[in-house]
């Protein structure tokens, strides 16, 4: 069972200001960041590099810093890195906003509890350790450290991906990220001697792990690519089986071996009474095949239950040989559906739990099936039996997102989580049978939540589409147009944002800012339908969105363009540099964070081709080329315009969205941006895209962005 660190990599909380600060316009801050200030960026060379598309021949000049082994990027790293924190240093309150987050974040956060053999497990951080440590307690023990991350590594850059334990908990399995790469090593050991038990297996990737019992675990696996592990293009995903005492040469080959099984991502799950082997596999992060296989006779053959991508469709959940598949096939908000494992293909399909006019996320546990959905990007949860007669309502504390309720089907007292934009993650326990439910553990936080409101508003985007935002600041905020702002959006692969806690963001909210976060379609708040809306020739609809977001906030008087940041990570990072391109004029600063910039070559990196499902891919046809050519980031900047004072942060690390994408856009920025508006990126050592990055590393990074955000608004924290 893999247990999710998300309490702790994510949802980071917050205290209260012991006094109230607000970020004032300061006159010497004005005169200082206002100041045509002269920066001498790194030279970045040009080299004459040609692709032809279609007959249309573009220009890549920079395309020497796709080579992250280089001697040449490595001094173009540093020599950038020098100049951005040059800048950052003479910031004059970013000390002062660093250790305000590491006030904010020094309290103690605990993870909800789980079972497994004898003991009950929790993680715990006492408050600014960069990892959480994993501890346990048999019935009424005191609990013991039983696994710490933060002794991977000197500097906290080895991180724990999960923990998965064999059915009878005496064996676990724990995968190692090094550095924020994707690539992980997993580690077997038995939990009472807590001594390694079996070959250390490497070269895993984008994986968890399946207990068969307590004999082995399934696994997925690339082939090592040849030259740098960072940026190759991997391409077929392989399940093996590993035996417990042997070593990774001889793991079994169980799938994806021929090239009739080659797929981009592949993935195993056993069924919890250990029959079925269930067998995910997709070329790109939407739709996926599925397959199945009976474990009580080795010789039994694996069975097809959809030979095709048109759907995304995951094993829930079986009762003997009846089968439970949550699915969007012929249903975009998802349904539940039943059907036998000897007959599984979709015409013999019946739904369990019916599509609505809501997305449905469902879980099982206790017996029980959690059907989770979404109102408008808020929660709402049922719980019902295994024939789809539902129980009750689940009872939440306010509006926001609730998560947990999974848990193994003998097991009657269950765990869900709360939060929202002004509310810590607070852990309750549920009893499944009664629909009892009770605060578990809240986190000691002086903060006055009844001092901030969250609001959610609807607001029409450029084709009249209405779209969701939620906002949320202090309570009595003047409407002057004045207020700092950051303006957050991702819109993209199905991934839908639901209102959360983060303590850095509380710098703005204890401090007088505002944070707004838009529901863009490419998301999945309102299910397939809305995701399709912004993906591929759709895309565009995506950065009106965000652009129309802009506007309201500045027509309402929330803010205005001298005030108002955007920010997004990943494909959020490509919003944003779309977005800044297309209405320079609309922000005063831009912070794309390890972001798909370049739109032409995205797909020739590491695992980036399965994203063509989004975005499609330069080569698929002259009209698809031209579309991706009219919005890429590389590719637009102008010369001659005045861009927003610009922080582009990336990890050299990282596997996911290459780093080379920030490298040249920021090129292209220092080398045809006009204006005073500084034009930066900030390049974490040791640090990829983002998970299970060390609290010491958040700080650092947040003081910096917030530094140089409220420092190119000309406020200060006073």
């Given at each position: 069972?893999?247990?999710?660190?998300?309490?702790?990599?994510l949802?980071?909380?917050?205290?209260?200001?012991?006094?109230?600060?607000?970020?004032?316009?300061?006159d010497?801050?004005?005169?200082?960041?206002?100041?045509?200030?002269k920066?001498q960026?790194?030279?970045?060379?040009?080299?004459?590099?040609?692709?032809?598309?279609?007959g249309?021949?573009?220009?890549?000049?920079?395309?020497?810093?796709?080579?992250?082994?280089s001697?040449?990027?490595?001094?173009?790293?540093s020599?950038?890195?020098?100049?951005t924190?040059?800048?950052?240093?003479?910031?004059p309150f970013?000390e002062?906003?660093?250790?305000?987050?590491?006030q904010?974040?020094d309290?103690?956060?605990i993870s909800a509890p789980?079972?497994e053999?004898?003991?009950?497990?929790?993680?715990?951080n006492d408050?600014?350790?960069?990892?959480a440590?994993?501890?346990r307690?048999?019935?009424?023990e005191?609990?013991?450290?039983?696994l710490?991350?933060n002794?991977?590594?000197?500097?906290?850059?080895?991180?724990?991906?999960?923990?998965?334990f064999?059915?009878?908990?005496?064996?676990?399995?724990?995968?190692?990220?090094e550095?924020?790469?994707?690539?992980r090593?997993?580690?077997?050991?038995?939990?009472?001697t807590?001594q390694e038990?079996?070959?250390?297996?490497?070269?895993?990737?984008?994986s968890?792990?399946?207990?068969?019992?307590?004999?082995?675990?399934?696994?997925s696996?690339y082939?090592k690519?040849?030259?740098?592990?960072?940026?190759?293009?991997?391409?077929q995903?392989?399940?093996?089986?590993?035996?417990?005492?042997s070593?990774?040469?001889?793991?079994?080959?169980?799938?994806?071996?021929?090239?009739?099984?080659?797929?981009r991502?592949v993935?195993?799950?056993?069924?919890?009474?250990?029959?079925?082997?269930?067998?995910?596999?997709?070329?790109?992060?939407?739709?996926?095949?599925?397959y199945?296989?009976?474990?009580?006779?080795?010789?039994?053959?694996?069975?097809?239950?959809?030979d095709?991508?048109?759907?995304?469709?995951?094993?829930?959940d079986?009762?003997?040989?009846?089968?439970?598949?949550?699915t969007n096939?012929?249903?975009?908000n998802?349904r539940?559906?039943?059907v036998?494992?000897n007959?599984?293909?979709?015409?013999?399909?019946q739904?369990?739990?019916?599509?609505?006019d809501?997305v449905?996320?469902?879980?099982?546990?206790?017996?029980?099936?959690?059907?989770q959905?979404?109102?408008?990007?808020?929660?709402?949860?049922?719980?019902?039996?295994?024939?789809?007669?539902?129980i009750?309502?689940?009872?939440?504390?306010?509006v926001?997102k609730?998560?947990g309720?999974?848990?193994?089907?003998?097991?009657?007292?269950?765990?869900?989580?709360?939060?929202?934009y002004k509310?810590p993650?607070t852990?309750?326990?549920?009893?499944a049978?009664s629909?009892?439910?009770?605060?578990?553990?809240?986190?000691?936080?002086d903060?006055d939540?009844?001092g901030?409101t969250?609001k959610?508003?609807?607001?029409p985007s450029k084709?009249g589409t209405?779209?969701?935002?939620?906002?949320?600041f202090?309570?009595?905020i003047?409407?002057?147009?004045?207020?700092p702002?950051?303006?957050y959006?991702?819109?993209?692969f199905?991934i839908s944002?639901?209102?959360?806690?983060?303590?850095?963001?509380?710098?703005?909210?204890?401090?007088?800012g505002?944070y707004?976060?838009?529901?863009?379609?490419?998301?999945?708040?309102y299910?397939?339908?809305?995701?399709?809306?912004?993906i591929t020739?759709?895309?565009?609809?995506?950065?009106?969105?965000?652009?129309?977001a802009?506007?309201?906030?500045?027509?309402?008087?929330y803010t205005?363009?001298d005030?108002?940041?955007i920010?997004?990570?990943?494909?959020?990072?490509l919003?944003v540099?779309a977005?800044?391109l297309?209405?320079?004029?609309l922000f005063?600063?831009?912070?794309?964070?390890v972001?798909?910039?370049?739109?032409?070559r995205?797909h020739t990196?590491t695992?980036?081709?399965?994203?063509?499902y989004?975005?499609?891919?330069?080569e698929?046809?002259?009209?698809?080329?031209?579309?991706?050519?009219?919005?890429?980031?590389?590719h637009?900047?102008?010369s001659?315009?005045?861009?927003?004072a610009?922080?582009?942060?990336t990890g050299?690390?990282?596997?996911?969205?290459?780093?080379a994408h920030?490298?040249?856009?920021a090129?292209?920025?220092?080398?045809?941006?006009?204006g005073?508006?500084?034009?930066?990126?900030?390049?974490?050592?040791n640090?990829?895209h983002?998970?299970?990055?060390?609290?010491s590393?958040?700080?650092e990074?947040?003081?910096?962005?917030?530094?140089?955000?409220?420092?190119?608004?000309?406020?200060?924290?006073?």
């Open positions: 069972m893999k247990i999710p660190l998300l309490a702790f990599s949802l980071l909380c917050l205290s209260h200001c012991a006094s109230e600060k607000y970020f004032t316009p300061s010497s801050v004005n005169k200082i960041a206002n100041k045509n200030m920066i960026y790194p030279k970045s060379q040009q080299q004459q590099v040609i692709n032809n598309y279609f249309t021949e573009i220009s890549d000049p920079y395309r020497w810093l796709e080579n992250d082994l001697p040449e990027t490595a001094e173009w790293v020599a950038q890195n020098k100049v924190f040059d800048y950052l240093d003479k910031i970013r002062k906003i660093k250790n305000r987050l590491a904010l974040l309290y103690e956060r789980f079972q053999g004898n003991y009950t497990y929790f993680y715990k408050g600014l350790q960069n990892q440590v994993l501890y307690q048999k019935e009424d005191s609990p013991e450290l039983f710490d991350p002794t991977l590594s000197d500097d906290g850059s080895s991180s724990l991906d999960g923990t998965y064999s059915e009878n908990g005496l064996l676990m399995t724990y995968l190692i990220s550095g924020g790469s994707d690539w090593t997993a580690v077997t050991i038995n939990t009472d807590q038990v079996t070959s250390r297996l490497v070269n895993i990737k984008f968890d792990i399946a207990w068969l019992g307590n004999q082995g675990f399934y696994y696996s082939d690519p040849e030259g740098s592990e960072l940026s190759a293009k991997t391409e995903h392989k399940i093996y089986f590993h035996t417990i005492g070593t990774q040469t001889d793991d079994k080959l169980i799938f994806g071996g021929t090239e009739n099984e080659k797929n991502y993935g195993a799950q056993v069924s919890e009474d250990n029959r079925y082997l269930i067998i995910s596999a997709a070329n790109s992060t939407s739709g996926n095949k599925l199945i296989k009976d474990l009580s006779k080795a010789d039994n053959p694996l069975i097809t239950v959809l095709n991508v048109n759907s995304d469709t995951y094993f829930l079986n009762e003997g040989t009846r089968l439970l598949l949550e096939l012929d249903a975009p998802k539940v559906i039943q036998d494992a007959m599984p293909t979709p015409n013999y399909w739904d369990l739990i019916p599509e609505t809501k449905l996320d469902a879980v099982t546990g206790g017996g029980y099936i959690f059907a959905y979404m109102v408008d990007a808020v929660s709402q949860v049922k719980q019902l039996d295994k024939t789809g007669k539902i009750r309502e689940i009872s939440l504390p306010d926001g609730a998560s309720f999974s848990g193994k089907a003998g097991q009657r007292e269950l765990y869900f989580s709360f939060t929202n509310t993650n852990i309750y326990s549920l009893i049978d629909g009892e439910s009770k605060l578990y553990r809240k986190p000691k936080v903060f939540a009844d901030y969250s959610q508003i609807f607001y084709d209405k779209i969701p935002m939620i906002l949320t202090k309570k009595g003047q409407l002057n147009g004045k207020n702002t950051i303006l959006g991702y819109g993209g199905n944002l639901q209102p959360s806690f983060s303590a850095v963001n509380a710098v703005w909210l204890e401090q007088g505002i707004a976060v838009a529901n863009l379609r490419g998301g999945g708040e299910g397939k339908q809305w995701h399709k809306a912004g020739q759709n895309k565009q609809n995506v950065f009106d969105d965000f652009i129309a802009a506007e309201y906030l500045i027509k309402e008087q205005s363009s005030y108002l940041a920010r997004g990570g990943s494909n959020g990072g919003l540099g977005v800044m297309q209405r320079p004029e005063k600063v831009a912070l794309p964070a972001g798909v910039l370049d739109m032409l995205y990196f695992a980036g081709a399965g994203w063509a989004d975005y499609g891919t330069a698929q046809s002259k009209e698809m080329f031209e579309y991706l050519l009219g919005y890429s980031p590389v637009n900047v102008k001659g315009v005045n861009y927003p610009t922080l582009i942060t050299d690390h990282d596997d996911r969205v290459v780093p920030s490298f040249k856009f090129a292209h920025l220092q080398q045809k941006h006009t005073p508006n500084p034009t930066l990126i900030r390049i974490e050592t640090a990829g983002g998970a299970g990055t060390p609290i590393k958040t700080i990074q947040y003081a910096d962005i917030f530094g140089f955000t409220l420092y190119n608004m000309g406020l200060a924290a006073k």
